[in-house]
């Protein structure tokens, strides 16, 4: 097996992978206690399905955030391996600018016209009341999320992901004291429900961005980033940032509202015995779960990837790119024998009904049937694609397999043949089996490995 042989790559591997394994675990643990906390509060499943529609333009925005700091990091891990620090610097500064401009424009939205966004996904009043409620409070969190996430992923390029372990602990640990206090009514607290997770929400984001900013202006020893550095700008780096981080950019935003489509045909699905939206969120909380680890192992690619690729080292690129597949490969597995089984246990958490709960085992099984090539398709676009300066190639790929292929399909299945919901997830899940194939093919020729730092670099 032409894999890497050197026991520190994969100590390398593992330093990345645990620390945002562990970040993803108290990702996932606050949002299980979360859709816990609401279920148990309405047993109509109404609640949570207003609430997870109404997360959708946030879960778009944050879909953006992720790609404008990932465009950043293809520059700033090829850096990183030139050990350019005042580049990065400059990089970090360009990306807060951007993600910034845009929340304000995604903030004022939500907050000023909940109503019409929730009519976009839903036709039930009752739904679209309560998710409006629920933006009216949640929206103003929009701002903090931008600039914590914004650093928190841009730090990862320069292998510093410890720190986001104890922003997420911090995070799972006060919204779920709120939750609890908040939507039941507990200790003396008025029962504010659905308002009540929107505040515990906005209080934890709070919390989350005087810790990040604690960090990266007073401990962090490694970049040095301080206030002044947020006036740094090149317009050569603005150019490569556009040049090969727009592609990632489109990418994650195609994918983010790409799933919010998929929200919006299940949402609109009227013939089915159970809840649909209620489902496939417990459907969507397990598999978060499964592949804990497995996006962990594709933020590892990118930096070490894209690290090897500013050393120069092409041949190392094409041998670690190797072990990554197979490194993949077995994280897919793992993952469906997680959802394998936890099938027959995650419904009993929830009180949404026999209907709802049935339906909810059969998407699970539609989704450990796929995780494989989730696993795939996330190494490859998210690490080492992209960790390449193959960026381009990463969007054309998600492009044709989710908006070329998967949503139609899905759409067929529901809206012309009316097919039961599983069907219509197996569609909707589809795209990863094309992207993995694909990036499959791409990845065994040389075309795909592009240098994108330069030697010398103009700043102001």
Not at 82 to 105: G, P, R, Y
Not at 213 to 223: A, N, P, S, V
Not at 365 to 387: E, K, N
Request: net charge positive; charged share 15%; with cysteine.
């Amino acid at each position: 097996m032409n894999i890497v042989k050197d026991r520190q790559f994969y100590t390398n591997i593992l330093a990345i992978t645990i620390p945002l394994a562990l970040q993803n675990l108290m990702s996932f643990a606050t949002n299980m206690v979360d859709t816990f906390m609401i279920g148990r509060a309405d047993s109509t499943g109404t609640m949570i399905s207003a609430i997870n529609l109404a997360i959708q333009p946030f879960f778009i925005l944050m879909m953006f955030i992720f790609g404008v700091s990932s465009a950043g990091n293809v520059l700033a891990s090829q850096y990183w391996g030139k050990k350019n620090i005042d580049a990065i610097k400059t990089i970090f500064s360009m990306v807060l600018k951007i993600a910034v401009a845009v929340t304000i424009i995604f903030m004022s939205v939500v907050l000023f016209f909940p109503k019409n966004v929730m009519s976009l996904f839903t036709n039930e009043d009752a739904t679209i009341l309560i998710g409006s409620e629920y933006l009216q409070i949640s929206g103003f969190s929009y701002i903090l999320f931008a600039v914590s996430s914004t650093f928190i992923v841009s730090l990862r390029c320069v292998e510093i992901v410890r720190f986001s372990v104890i922003t997420q602990i911090s995070t799972f640990l006060i919204s779920a004291s709120l939750n609890y206090l908040l939507i039941f009514g507990n200790f003396g607290f008025p029962r504010l429900e659905h308002r009540g997770a929107a505040i515990s929400t906005l209080t934890a984001r709070t919390v989350e961005i005087i810790l990040v900013l604690g960090f990266i202006f007073l401990i962090d020893k490694r970049i040095r980033f301080r206030p002044k550095d947020l006036l740094l700008w090149s317009r050569q780096l603005l150019n490569d940032l556009f040049r090969y981080g727009t592609p990632v950019v489109i990418n994650e935003v195609m994918w983010g509202v790409g799933m919010a489509v998929q929200a919006a045909i299940l949402g609109h699905i009227e013939y089915s015995a159970g809840n649909p939206i209620a489902a496939n969120t417990v459907s969507s909380i397990v598999m978060q779960f499964s592949t804990i680890f497995m996006f962990g192992i594709a933020n590892a690619a990118l930096v070490l990837i894209g690290k090897s690729v500013g050393e120069g080292d092409i041949e190392g690129v094409k041998l670690k790119a190797n072990t990554f597949k197979w490194i993949a490969f077995f994280a897919g597995v793992l993952a469906m024998a997680v959802i394998l089984i936890l099938r027959n246990y995650v419904t009993y958490i929830y009180d949404f009904g026999e209907a709802t709960n049935a339906l909810a085992k059969q998407l699970l099984l539609v989704t450990a049937c796929c995780i494989i090539f989730v696993s795939f398709s996330a190494t490859y676009i998210v690490g080492i694609l992209r960790g390449a300066g193959d960026t381009k190639f990463c969007l054309i790929a998600e492009a044709a397999a989710l908006w070329g292929f998967s949503l139609p399909l899905a759409a067929l299945f529901s809206i012309v043949f009316k097919l039961p919901v599983p069907f219509v997830l197996l569609g909707m899940r589809s795209d990863e089996i094309v992207k993995a194939i694909t990036c499959m093919i791409r990845v065994r020729g040389k075309r795909w490995i592009k240098s994108v730092a330069r030697d010398d670099v103009d700043m102001i």
